[in-house]
C-alpha cells in the first residue's frame, strides 16, 4: 500500500487547480450560449454580467494565490518541495505501471 504524504500546500495547490478549471468550464460553457440570446436583451446582459461574475472569480483566486504564495509551497529542509513531489509523483507511477507489468 502507498502512503501519501499529507500537506497543507498539496491540498490547496489540488483544490484551487480544481476551483480555476470549474471557473474556467463555465467561462466557456456560458460564452458558447451567448448566441442563443442574441434577440433577448435581458438575457444577454445576464450572459454578460455572469461572464463578468466568472471572470472576477478568477481573478480573486490568482490574487489569493499570489499573496499567500508561501502557503502553496511546501517547504522541506530549506528545499521547494513542489518540484520534489512531481518527481516523487512520478517515481511512483513507474513503479506501479512495473508492478502492473510484472
Known amino acids: 500500500m ?3 504524504p499529507f ?3 498539496h491540498v490547496l495547490r489540488a483544490t484551487s487547480k480544481h ?4 471557473v474556467d468550464v463555465s467561462i466557456r460553457k456560458t460564452s458558447e450560449r451567448w ?3 442574441a434577440t433577448d ?4 446582459q445576464e450572459v454578460m454580467m455572469t461572464l463578468m ?3 472576477d472569480m478568477r481573478n480573486m483566486l ?3 494565490q499570489r499573496e499567500h504564495a508561501d502557503k502553496f509551497r511546501d517547504k522541506h529542509d530549506g ?3 513542489e518540484a520534489r513531489s512531481s518527481s516523487d509523483e512520478s517515481a511512483r507511477t513507474d513503479q506501479a505501471q512495473s508492478d502492473q507489468a510484472g
Open 2 to 4: 502507498i502512503v501519501k
Open 7 to 9: 500537506t497543507m500546500a
Open 19 to 22: 476551483m480555476r478549471r470549474s
Open 35 to 37: 448566441k442563443e440570446f
Open 41 to 44: 436583451s435581458a438575457k444577454s
Open 53 to 55: 461574475v466568472l471572470h
Open 62 to 64: 490568482d490574487r489569493y
Open 79 to 81: 528545499v521547494d518541495t
